[in-house]
């Protein structure tokens, strides 16, 4: 278990950093949400979807990427 905030994953968190603002799917190991990156603290990330926050803790994320955009 890790401490109040301490880092699970620095390079995790480091990458969500550049991620901020932007749209992304993360894969958890319950499912799928694409949304906008809000935040991200060290122990979980807040996606908009459907204007609507949702936080995610950082020990359920498996992958992440940015939304690919349509043409």
């Known amino acids: 278990m890790a401490q109040m905030g301490s880092i699970?994953?620095?390079y995790l968190y480091e990458?969500?950093?550049?991620?901020?603002?932007?749209?992304?799917?993360?894969?958890?190991e319950k499912n799928i949400q694409q949304g906008i990156l809000l935040s991200i603290l060290p122990d979980h990330?807040?996606?908009?979807?459907?204007?609507t926050p949702y936080f995610i803790p950082m020990e359920e994320i498996v992958w992440v990427t940015l939304e690919a955009t349509r043409k």
């Open 15 to 28: 990458t969500f950093k550049m991620m901020i603002g932007q749209a992304v799917v993360v894969q958890t």
């Open 8 to 10: 699970s994953n620095p």
């Open 45 to 51: 990330l807040i996606l908009e979807i459907s204007r």
